[in-house]
């Protein structure tokens, strides 16, 4: 597995640096619609999504140099959590046939812990 991350590195930094822009809009666009109407629930959740932002960037500067720390460690176990809670919430919302679109929240689930794996196994660029 480790040689498959290897072999696709920049793959899965682009992917990084990708979840990392639809993490920050998505805060921004929910943080702009609530006007100082946030629940606990949601502001906690944001919240996690914002530090789950901000290791993710730490991650893609420490990929381009030799270090890999713990924050890979931790950055990547809740981007495999984050990715677990996606699947079981689609798993619950779409069981009423409400809408075809939470079939793609699927292999987004799949692809953020795809993304937690890489760096779980602190996969570093081959020069």
């Not at 921004?28 to 949601?42: D, H, P, T, V």
């Not at 944001?46 to 270090?67: C, Y």
């Amino acid at each position: 597995m480790k040689n498959f991350y290897t072999q696709s590195f920049w793959f899965w930094v682009t992917s990084k640096i990708i979840i990392i822009l639809l993490l920050l809009i998505s805060i921004l666009s929910i943080l702009g619609e609530s006007n100082g109407r946030m629940g606990s629930a949601e502001l906690g959740v944001n919240f996690l999504a914002f530090i789950e932002a901000i290791l993710l960037i730490i991650t893609v500067i420490q990929d381009f140099t030799t270090k890999a720390n713990i924050i890979k460690l931790v950055s990547g176990a809740l981007m495999v959590l984050f990715g677990m809670a996606l699947f079981g919430v689609l798993l619950t919302v779409s069981k009423g046939g409400q809408s075809s679109i939470y079939a793609l929240g699927y292999p987004l689930s799949l692809w953020m812990m795809l993304i937690g794996l890489f760096d779980l196994l602190r996969v570093k660029r081959s020069v």
